[in-house]
């Protein structure tokens, strides 16, 4: 009996940042490639990929440094579009700058942002990836929820159509946060899949971010059923938090195994339902404190202890 076929393991580039990683994005590539990972997850955004990578030259030097380090590109991160409104020589991960929002009162920054997605998209297919990771950044405090629900339900309307044509999926990654003026827009799982349900078109999924469900405290084995019954589950996330004494739970990315989610029900959900995709780890809280040795850390402590999940 052919046995089943196993998840695969990623890394994404968000991790490398500032002067020490340079130059974008060889020299952080090649350590991911060399810590044994042959996933990678790319960010088009400062100070990683940015307007002028859209060029056909650089795609095909990116294209030829990839397949050299055996390399696949299994998302590639729109969340953000902080290169807007960034100095060039601002080398910090964007977090949570999101730049242009589909949230956004004014309607030319929604539109520069669907513009953006769609971009990302073209980028995406020329580096032969399946799926772009988008979220809906914060809600103004200058409307309603309700009202910037309507824009960015039709936002995702435009750029689903756009990527279907292309067969590409889009992925929504919420935030944990909480409503209100100044909150993060998309919040919890319950109202990813409103949305979803909302925009109607069938390649809008999710990148479910364990770290993200766990700070907003929901039972992710449940989480993940009620996304992959769908058929939702397109790409995930993977990083752990801390829970203090109080039970307050830190939005703060860490190295597997030095916070408190306890991975192994989890992945144990995820063979249950059959996925196959990629588990992308997500460390971009540590750009400044060792990256490249959490990368290193990050590999050993997964395959060693959850290996028999993994296919590399």
């Not at 590539?29 to 990683?48: H, M, S, T």
Request: net charge positive; hydrophobic share 35%; proline share 5%.
């Amino acid at each position: 009996m052919r046995e089943q076929k196993k998840m695969r393991l990623g890394f994404s580039i968000n991790a490398f940042a500032g002067n020490k990683f340079l130059p974008f994005p060889e020299k952080p590539l090649g350590i991911i490639a060399k810590a044994g990972f042959r996933n990678v997850e790319l960010v088009f955004d400062k100070p990683y990929f940015w307007l002028k990578d859209l060029e056909l030259k650089r795609i095909s030097e990116i294209k030829t440094f990839l397949k050299k380090h055996n390399l696949t590109v299994v998302d590639v991160s729109a969340c953000t579009a902080g290169g807007y409104e960034r100095l060039d020589d601002d080398l910090a991960p964007p977090g949570q700058r999101f730049g242009p929002s589909f949230a956004d009162k004014d309607e030319t920054r929604r539109k520069l942002r669907i513009e953006h997605v769609k971009k990302v998209i073209d980028w995406a297919v020329l580096l032969d990836c399946p799926n772009v990771n988008t979220s809906t950044g914060y809600q103004p405090q200058d409307r309603s929820f309700e009202e910037a629900w309507q824009d960015v339900r039709d936002c995702y309307r435009e750029i689903v159509r756009y990527a279907a044509l292309r067969n590409v999926w889009v992925n929504i990654e919420y935030e944990p946060g909480t409503y209100g003026p100044g909150g993060l827009f998309i919040a919890n799982a319950e109202d990813t899949l409103k949305m979803i349900k909302d925009v109607g078109m069938n390649n809008l999924g999710v990148n479910f971010d364990i770290g993200h469900s766990y700070v907003c405290k929901e039972d992710i084995p449940r989480v993940i059923q009620m996304f992959a019954q769908r058929g939702l589950l397109q790409h995930i996330h993977l990083e752990d938090m801390e829970e203090k004494k109080d039970g307050t739970r830190v939005h703060f990315h860490l190295v597997p195994g030095d916070g408190n989610i306890d991975f192994l029900p989890i992945l144990q959900t995820l063979k249950k339902v059959g996925y196959k995709g990629c588990i992308t780890l997500e460390l971009y809280s540590l750009w400044d404190k060792k990256p490249d040795k959490a990368c290193g850390k990050s590999y050993q402590y997964l395959m060693s202890k959850f290996g028999k999940f993994f296919r590399n």
